[in-house]
C-alpha cells in the first residue's frame, strides 16, 4: 500500500468523532485506507447484495453485529442506517465507532446532515498525491507520463495497461453510478457527454456550447455535471471575487481531478501523444488544480481555491487563499521560461500593490526565485500550498 497523506487526518479525526466519514471518487484507495488505519474493525460493504438487502430491511439487527463498531463501506446505498447510527453513537459514547465511506458526495452528506450532524469528521480522499507517489518512489520520470496515467491507485499498484484500466472505469461508473444517480436512458449519449467535458478542460463552461456538441439541453448539461461533481470527478472552480474595480468574468471553468482520464476521454493511447496534444497545456493546467485539491483535502482543509480573469483578458490561472493571505498562481507546461510568461502575475502585483505571493509553476526541473515570482518545477506541486 502507498502512504496516504490523509491517514493522519483520519487517525486524528477518529479521536474527536464517533463517526468519520471518507468520500473520494471510486477507486481512489477509500476502503484501503480505513482498513489500514482501522485493522481491527470488522469490514462490511453495502455493494454486495445480501448484505444490503439485510441492512435495507432489518439495519436494527443488523447494525447489533457490530457492537465494537464497523467499516461500513459505500454506506449511502442504504440511507436509513443513518438515524439508525445516530441512536448507537450517542448511546455507546465511544469515539471512532463507526467508519463509513462513499464514492457520491451529495447522498452521503445528506444522510449526514439529517441524523449525524455534529457526529461525523470528514475525510474527503482524492487519487494519489503527487508527493505520496514521490515518497512511495512510484513518481513517473516525465510530466507527460505523469499526465498520461493520471493518480488512481490501481495504476501504480497492479499490473495493468492504463488505457484499458480506464476503460474499464469509465464503463463500470457509467452502469453503477449513474444509472444510481440518474436516470440515464442512453449510456452511450451520456458516455459523449464525458469526452465533451474533457475537450473542455481549463475552459470557462459554456452550458450552451456542450449542450449543442452532445445534443441535449442546457439543463440535462448542468443536472449532469453535477452527477459529475457528486461522484468527484470533475470541479468546477469559480471565479474569485474581489472586484479592484473591474468588469470581472463570472463563469466558472471545468477541470477534472485527474488527468489520466481526461487522457483516456480525449482518446490519448500513449505517452507519445501527450507531448504534441493541443490539450497539453490544460492538462498541466489540470494536474496542478487537482493537486492543490488534494493537498489541502489531506489536510482536512476546505479548498479556497479560485482562478481571476477580468474582460480585457489578464488572467491569473490560480488564486489560492491560506490563513487570509492570497497566493497568485501561474501555470506553463513548456520546460523553459521567457519573461513574457511573468506579464499575468506582473499586472496582478500592479492591482493588488504586490500583495500576497507570486508563483509560477511550469513543466521544468529546476526551482527559481524570480523578481516577480518563486518559480516551481513540477515535481514540487505541494509546494504550491506548504
Known amino acids: 500500500m502507498i502512504k496516504r497523506n490523509a491517514a493522519d487526518l483520519l487517525k486524528k479525526l477518529a479521536v474527536g468523532f464517533p463517526v468519520v466519514s471518507i468520500t473520494g471518487p471510486r477507486q481512489s484507495g477509500k476502503t484501503t485506507l480505513a482498513q489500514h488505519c482501522f485493522a481491527e474493525k470488522p469490514y462490511v460493504t453495502l455493494e454486495d447484495p445480501d448484505t444490503r438487502d439485510y441492512a435495507l430491511h432489518d439495519p436494527r439487527?443488523?447494525?447489533?453485529?457490530f457492537p465494537d463498531g464497523a467499516i461500513l463501506d459505500e454506506v449511502q446505498r442504504c440511507p436509513d442506517l443513518f438515524s439508525y447510527l445516530q441512536g448507537i453513537v450517542d448511546r455507546d459514547g465511544r469515539m471512532g465507532l463507526f467508519i463509513l465511506t462513499g464514492s457520491q458526495q451529495f447522498s452521503l452528506k445528506e444522510g449526514i446532515s439529517q441524523s449525524l450532524a455534529g457526529r461525523v469528521g470528514m475525510v474527503h480522499l482524492l487519487p494519489l498525491a503527487q508527493d505520496e507517489l514521490l515518497a512511495a518512489g512510484d513518481l513517473p520520470t516525465t510530466l507527460d507520463e505523469f499526465l498520461y496515467k493520471g493518480a488512481y491507485p490501481p495504476i501504480y499498484t497492479r499490473p495493468v495497461e492504463v488505457f484499458q484500466w480506464y476503460a474499464n472505469y469509465v464503463s463500470?461508473?457509467?452502469?453503477?453510478?449513474v444509472r444510481q444517480l440518474i436516470n440515464v436512458q442512453d449510456l452511450a449519449l451520456f458516455q459523449r457527454f464525458l469526452r465533451v467535458c474533457a475537450h473542455h478542460v481549463g475552459q470557462l463552461v459554456n452550458l450552451t456550447q456542450i449542450a449543442n456538441d452532445c445534443g441535449i439541453s442546457q439543463k440535462t448539461v448542468e443536472a449532469w455535471l453535477s452527477?459529475?461533481?457528486?461522484s468527484y470527478l470533475v470541479?468546477?472552480?469559480?471565479?474569485?471575487y474581489r472586484n479592484f474595480n473591474k468588469r470581472l468574468v463570472k463563469t466558472p471553468k471545468l477541470y477534472f481531478y485527474d488527468t489520466g482520464l481526461v487522457c483516456w476521454l480525449l482518446g490519448i493511447r500513449d505517452v507519445e501523444q501527450v507531448k504534441f496534444h493541443a490539450m497539453r497545456g490544460a492538462l498541466f493546467e489540470n494536474l496542478v488544480i487537482s493537486e492543490c485539491h488534494k493537498h489541502l483535502f489531506n489536510q482536512g482543509e476546505h479548498p479556497e481555491i479560485w482562478f481571476w480573469r477580468d474582460r480585457s483578458g489578464h488572467e491569473v490561472d490560480m488564486v489560492l487563499e491560506r490563513g487570509g493571505q492570497f497566493r497568485a498562481v501561474e501555470v506553463k507546461s513548456g520546460q523553459t521560461l521567457s519573461q513574457d510568461q511573468f506579464k499575468g502575475l506582473q499586472f496582478w502585483q500592479e492591482l493588488t500593490g504586490n500583495a500576497g505571493k507570486t508563483l509560477l509553476v511550469y513543466g521544468g526541473e529546476q526551482a527559481q526565485q524570480r523578481t516577480v515570482a518563486q518559480v516551481i518545477p513540477w515535481r514540487n506541486l505541494a509546494g504550491l500550498c506548504g
Open 61 to 65: 439487527s443488523f447494525l447489533a453485529q
Open 172 to 177: 463500470t461508473y457509467l452502469e453503477r453510478d
Open 227 to 230: 452527477v459529475l461533481e457528486a
Open 235 to 240: 470541479v468546477r472552480l469559480q471565479p474569485w
